[in-house]
T-cell receptor, first 115, second 115 residues
Framework: AQSVTQPDIHITVSEGASLELRCNYS??????LFWYVQSPGQGLQLLLKYFSGDTLVQGIKGFEAEFKRSQSSFNLRKPSVHWSDAAEYFC?????????????FGAGTQVVVTP | DTGVSQNPRHKITKRGQNVTFRCDPI?????LYWYRQTLGQGPEFLTY????????KSRLLSDRFSAERPKGSFSTLEIQRTEQGDSAMYLCASSLGGAASYEQYFGPGTRLTVT
């Protein structure tokens, strides 16, 4: 069965510090991989995506993620966190055996940024 | 384009009542998706449309849930005889077709509270 695991439910980070959010997936084929961010009262916003090619992908707001096939991981990183990065972050796997955009989302990681 | 919009943003209803939510997608997007998000979880896929055709509805949670997209533009999600377990955030997303179907743009959601 397909699954997406975000091991950290909650992370607290100081402003200016680096951030890494973990994502592991279980899927029989190479999936499409995504990170979304959700701020309170807002819909989900796509941060970045991986379809194929270079395993280090750059996204918006200074985020990047690295696909590691051997570890079935797609971890999100940011070198220096800003207070506005406080939000909930979701990793999602796009099922490539379906052609119509089906996602499996992780349960999310809540990021708190302290001064 | 102002993005995906959803109305109402909040709905409080009594158990047993019917509710209907509306989603207006990005105008050029032919695909529209409905998700449910409960507290502490990522979005869970419910159903999706390509133009006016509902191509996947097996994930609708019960026969009390139904969705329409009559003219291939806006969509409605109806829940009949609401139960307390239906309390959740209902998200709508839209996309173009093909591989772009994985690049979904989400609305802000409708939060349903069933008392």
């Amino acid at each position: 069965a397909q699954s997406v695991t975000q091991p950290d439910i909650h992370i607290t980070v100081s402003e200016g510090a680096s951030l890494e959010l973990r994502c592991n997936y279980s899927y029989g084929a190479t999936p499409y991989l995504f990170w979304y961010v959700q701020s309170p009262g807002q819909g989900l916003q796509l941060l970045l995506k991986y379809f194929s090619g270079d395993t280090l992908v750059q996204g918006i707001k200074g985020f990047e993620a690295e696909f590691k096939r051997s570890q079935s991981s797609f971890n999100l990183r940011k070198p220096s966190v800003h207070w506005s990065d406080a939000a909930e972050y979701f990793c999602a796997v796009g099922m490539t055996t379906d052609s119509w955009g089906k996602f499996q989302f992780g349960a999310g990681t809540q990021v708190v940024v302290t001064p | 384009d102002t993005g995906v919009s959803q109305n109402p943003r909040h709905k409080i209803t009594k158990r047993g009542q019917n509710v209907t939510f509306r989603c207006d997608p990005i105008s050029e997007h032919n695909r529209l998706y409905w998700y449910r998000q409960t507290l502490g979880q990522g979005p869970e896929f419910l159903t999706y449309f390509q133009n006016e055709a509902q191509l996947e509805k097996s994930r609708l949670l019960s026969d009390r849930f139904s969705a329409e997209r009559p003219k291939g533009s806006f969509s409605t999600l109806e829940i009949q005889r609401t139960e307390q377990g239906d309390s959740a955030m209902y998200l709508c997303a839209s996309s173009l077709g093909g591989a772009a179907s994985y690049e979904q743009y989400f609305g802000p959601g409708t939060r349903l509270t069933v008392t």
